[in-house]
């Protein structure tokens, strides 16, 4: 008797699920990034909704506070980071000439940490009845603050949701941040030395250190929150003697990185589209290099710039003014040289690069309404309004996505072999630039009118209605520019036009692969004597190497 | 025509283990960071008692402190006898390693014992209670992954599945074990020296 060949059982969704593969990895992590993305969107649609006019009902106090709870803790979480890992797993082998990350299997445990931690927190919304008969979901707002999430305010099980989906996802976004370091730090391909690399590597190097760094406190204090509700400790009780203070400086001494975090790789894809879409290199690198590095060490002692109402001594309150002023000096630096990169460049305004200089302008508004928050007084006056709202906007929708928008119109064709639709992206492109305008613009107006945060709704004759209104028809405004998105990527994976292995005629190392690159990543390993190696290739007569 | 220059440099790169180590650790030391903060935050801010001073003894804790700081020098001892292909003063060493973890994993053990049985000191206890419980036990959870780490190299040893050729995967657990000798320095002189 013969026995029968061994033939592994394989499906594609085996070949998925059981991945160790960079690639694809980068691929879950972006897809469950955009899926989230559009569920946290609709949150936000409804909470634009109950706001469009005054004393709505459309969603009860506790449901909207579940909303925004919720809307934020997603967009950071859940569509943030893993976007941003997803990019980073995905190039950072294919940019710096390797063939995998360096602990593949790593790689796909943190992936698999972060979508199961994604499951629990969306689990809460059917799961999360509490004893008392409570509402589901997290309800106390993403940063939790003490001791509103004490088992007297918060009874159920909602505020567990949140601590240990969290948890979970914050140990794969730290075993990521590990092997990304590792990755830069030891298998650059060669001649590239450490400032030969990509910027992008440079800006996800210093990111993934300021994961290690500012991610393990938020672990252990929501471990002590959860010691605190079910275990009958006290750490944030002040009955007990407890300063529910310390969650709040514990809470943003992660908090405030984390935004640098986010920002980091938005400047990462901004840096890489800017030069190739302008035909010049870019401008300052070093520069960059010395920005980035900085940005990051400063990122960890801002913290209390979240904290001016708090009643903190005028010395404090000085010094976290004065380094919150201090982390603008590298952040305009940034803004500089991609201008100076733009200037006198043959730029293309294909849709990368829309999307790229909309990241420069609204990131600097939004960048410019930060430094006017830390201005104490000003602070005072305007903490935990609108405008507070309406500034990390800019910096996060404005900012981020649209950087993200960017990149992914950018490297879309090299992952996968297809381009994207340019009409399609360039009306996305100005539906989301206007109706993100009309959206987060007026709440600026409606923030110095007073208008507080998260409270779900307001009274009408206080001058509110009409800059709500507009809000409001901003989002609407938006739902086209993400629709045409969605029906932009379906159509453009089915029927778009071939890309090629360099359709932007670009210079780094993933662009002289096949779209999509093979399993293997090259064929052989690269070794490259330049910051443009695909610039080398092509110009042999006048390579980059003999400048830098 | 050529597109590269004469001579490429290669860059300096570290293996994988060193970096990787280096990195768990970083991200390790401001958790503790965290822990510690927040126990010196609330020293003597506890409403009721009782305080450190009625409860906490500086003799078991010092045995204890000699008991760690003696296993990371026998682990050095181990991993030099590992990289002289001596097999079996490797093992001996190792197994001694493994001894003192588990004494300081007993005495922390008695010390506990002591507090909840005969003091009624627990989490739950006061603000006191909550950070001491954390801060050690955090830290005592980390020696007890290291014992297990270092139990199963010394299986794997006996069997004979150890070889020179290994010697650096050791050190890199020997980077852990050191590591969290330090954290207990630290530790030790937070709540047996300073806040006591
Ligand atoms: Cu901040």
Redesign the interface.
């Known amino acids: 008797m013969i026995d029968k060949p061994y033939s592994p059982r394989s499906s594609k969704l085996h070949e998925w699920v059981t991945t160790a593969d960079h690639k694809k990895l980068g691929v879950m992590y972006i897809v469950c990034g955009i899926i989230y993305l559009i569920v946290a969107g609709c949150e936000a649609l409804m909470i634009r909704w109950q706001l469009a006019v005054p004393e709505n009902d459309v969603l009860s106090a506790e449901t909207y506070n579940a909303f925004f709870t919720m809307h934020g803790t997603t967009m950071i979480f859940l569509v943030g980071m893993p976007i941003l890992l997803g990019a980073a797993n995905y190039f950072i082998p294919l940019m710096i000439g390797a063939r995998d990350m ?2 593949p299997r790593l790689n796909a445990f943190g992936f698999w940490l972060f979508f199961f931690g994604g499951l629990l927190l969306y689990f809460s919304f059917l799961g999360g009845q509490g004893l008392s008969g409570e509402e589901g979901a997290p309800d106390v707002g993403w940063f939790a603050y003490a001791p509103l999430t004490s088992t007297t305010f918060s009874p159920g099980s909602s505020t567990d949701y949140w601590i240990i989906s969290l948890f979970v996802a914050g140990m794969g976004s ?1 075993m990521t ?3 990304l ?2 990755t830069i ?4 391909c ?5 400032m030969k690399m990509p910027i992008f590597a440079w800006m996800m190097l210093v990111d993934a ?1 300021l994961i ?6 938020l ?3 929501q ?2 929150l959860l ?2 509700r079910q ?5 944030f ?1 002040a ?5 529910p203070l ?1 969650w709040q400086h ?1 809470f943003w001494f992660f908090g405030h990185p984390e935004v640098y975090i986010l920002i980091l790789p938005g400047f990462a894809f901004v840096s890489e589209v800017t030069p190739v879409f302008s035909r010049k290199v870019l401008f300052g690198y070093p520069l960059m290099v010395i920005a980035t590095i900085s940005i990051g060490f400063i990122a960890l002692g801002v913290w209390a710039h979240h904290m001016f109402a708090t009643g903190l001594s005028p010395t404090v309150l000085a010094y976290f003014s004065g380094a919150t002023f201090l982390i603008g000096v590298p952040t305009g630096m940034k803004i500089f040289n991609w201008i100076a990169t733009l200037w006198g460049g043959q730029i293309r305004f294909a849709t990368p690069m829309l999307f790229a200089v909309g990241f420069i302008a609204m990131f600097t508004i939004g960048g410019l309404t930060g430094i006017m928050l830390a201005v104490v007084p000003m602070d005072w006056q305007l903490s935990d309004t609108y405008f507070v709202v309406g500034h990390f906007h800019f910096v996060l929708f404005g900012g981020l996505l649209f950087a993200i928008f960017s990149g992914f119109f950018y490297w879309f064709p090299k992952v996968t072999g297809k381009m994207l639709n340019e009409t399609l992206g360039k009306w996305q492109f100005w539906f989301l630039f206007a109706g993100f305008l009309l959206t987060f613009g007026p709440m600026h107006f409606s923030g110095f009118e007073g208008m507080p945060r998260r409270i779900y709704t307001y009274m009408p004759n206080r001058g509110l209605e009409f800059y709500n209104m507009l809000s409001s028809i901003g989002a609407v405004v938006q739902i086209f520019g993400f629709g045409l998105f969605v029906v932009n990527v379906l159509h453009s994976l089915r029927k778009g036009k071939p890309a090629g292995d360099d359709p932007w005629d670009a210079w780094t190392l993933e662009w002289s692969t096949t779209s999509p690159p093979p399993p293997w990543n090259f064929a052989t390993i690269p ?3 330049s910051r443009r190696p695909l610039w ?2 092509k110009h ?2 006048d ?1 980059d ?2 400048y830098e | ?5 004469n001579s ?4 300096k ?4 283990g ?3 180590m280096m ?2 650790i ?3 030391i ?2 503790f ?3 510690i ?2 126990y010196l ?2 020293l003597g ?4 008692g009782p305080t450190p001073e009625e409860l906490l003894s500086i003799g078991l804790a010092s045995i204890n402190t000699v008991a760690l700081l003696a296993s990371s020098v026998t682990i050095i001892l181990a991993l030099k006898a590992l990289r002289a292909s001596n097999q079996k003063k490797f093992l001996t060493w190792l197994l001694v390693t493994v001894a003192l973890g588990a004494w300081f994993l007993v005495g922390t053990a008695i010390e506990w014992t002591g507090l909840v049985g005969d003091a009624h000191f627990t ?2 206890t ?2 006191f ?3 001491f419980y ?1 801060l050690v036990g955090f830290h005592a959870f980390h020696v007890t992954f290291g014992v297990c780490a270092l139990s199963f190299i010394w299986f794997c040893g006996f069997m004979g599945w150890v070889q020179k050729k290994h010697h650096q995967n050791i050190e890199y657990v020997s980077w852990y074990w050191h590591f969290v000798d330090t954290v207990w320095i630290a530790v030790f002189l937070v709540v047996y020296v300073i806040g006591r």
Do not use: C
């Open positions: 360096a602990f730290i941040a590990i092997n370091v590792t730090l030891t298998m650059r060669k001649g590239m030395t450490l250190i290690l760094i500012a991610l393990p406190t672990t252990a204090i471990i002590m010691l605190d275990f009958g400790a006290h750490f009780d009955q007990a003697g407890a300063d310390i514990l070794s490259i004597a080398d290739t042999p007569d390579p190497w003999k | 025509m050529t597109s590269q220059p490429i440099a290669v860059p790169m570290l293996p994988h060193h970096v990787g990195s768990v970083t991200t390790e401001f958790f960071a965290t822990l903060v927040v935050a609330y801010k506890s409403i009721s989490l739950q006061n603000l209670g909550s950070t954390t």
